[in-house]
Antibody, heavy 119, light 109 residues
Framework: EEQLVQSGAEVKKPGESLKISCKGSAYSFTTYWIAWVRQRPGKGLEWMGIIYPGDSDTRYSPSLQGQVTISADKSISTAYLQWSGLKASDTAMYFC????????????WGQGAMVTISS | EIVLTQSPGTLSLSPGERATLSCRASQSVSSRYFAWYQQKPGQAPRLLIYGASSRATGIPDRFSGSGSGTDFTLTISRLEPEDFAVYYCQQYGGSPQYTFGQGTKLEIK
């Protein structure tokens, strides 16, 4: 079964760093874009950025450029989302999602990782 | 930047009824890159419709999508108890920009 499995929930303090992961399995990881989507508590979905693991081509939402870093290690079929200085406003559920160019949609989603930033 | 506006914000219906959800784009979008997702509480979103009108794998035929240009519709012909959830529209507009609508909550009346 094709799937994305994300790392677990995190609780951090403001200013700390964090890197969460998303591991793909049962499909060719290097030939699909992987996106990160934020969902703040009680709110809607917000696209953050996307990476093509085959060559690490990465694009960011203009509103989030510089606030996060997206990367991938194709040798272990894993994509990452990282912060270098967390803020309370980063508290959210973060989903990774596979983008199918054939369908023109996000066809497989990770289970989500809750990130809580609190002093 | 293309903005997707969904209406209504909340839709209250009973099982067996027909649901019609709307998504309007601030400028014309390609149907090829227009999708609908369902999200239940505590779960990840699930792809329902891609290419504006094609059902994703395993999606019941009571779900249908239509529209083009700036106006798109998701219709659920006869609501089942498991259909009560939040629904999002989404488009890819190049640049790249992957925009989501703000969501429509479908609740039991």
């Amino acid at each position: 079964e094709e799937q994305l499995v994300q790392s677990g929930a995190e609780v951090k303090k403001p200013g700390e760093s964090l890197k969460i992961s998303c591991k793909g399995s049962a499909y060719s990881f290097t030939t699909y874009w992987i996106a990160w989507v934020r969902q703040r508590p009680g709110k809607g979905l917000e696209w953050m950025g996307i990476i093509y693991p085959g060559d690490s081509d990465t694009r960011y939402s203009p509103s989030l450029q510089g606030q996060v870093t997206i990367s991938a290690d194709k040798s272990i079929s894993t994509a990452y989302l990282q912060w270098s200085g967390l803020k309370a406003s980063d508290t959210a559920m973060y989903f990774c999602a596979r983008y199918s160019q054939q369908l023109g949609a996000f066809d497989i989603w990770g289970q989500g990782a809750m990130v809580t930033i609190s002093s | 930047e293309i903005v997707l506006t969904q209406s209504p914000g909340t839709l209250s219906l009973s099982p067996g009824e027909r649901a019609t959800l709307s998504c309007r784009a601030s400028q014309s979008v390609s149907s090829r890159y227009f999708a609908w997702y369902q999200q239940k509480p505590g779960q990840a979103p699930r792809l329902l419709i891609y290419g504006a009108s094609s059902r994703a794998t395993g999606i019941p035929d009571r779900f249908s999508g239509s529209g083009s240009g700036t106006d798109f519709t998701l219709t659920i012909s006869r609501l089942e108890p498991e259909d009560f959830a939040v629904y999002y529209c989404q488009q890819y507009g190049g640049s790249p920009q992957y925009t989501f609508g703000q969501g429509t909550k479908l609740e039991i009346k």
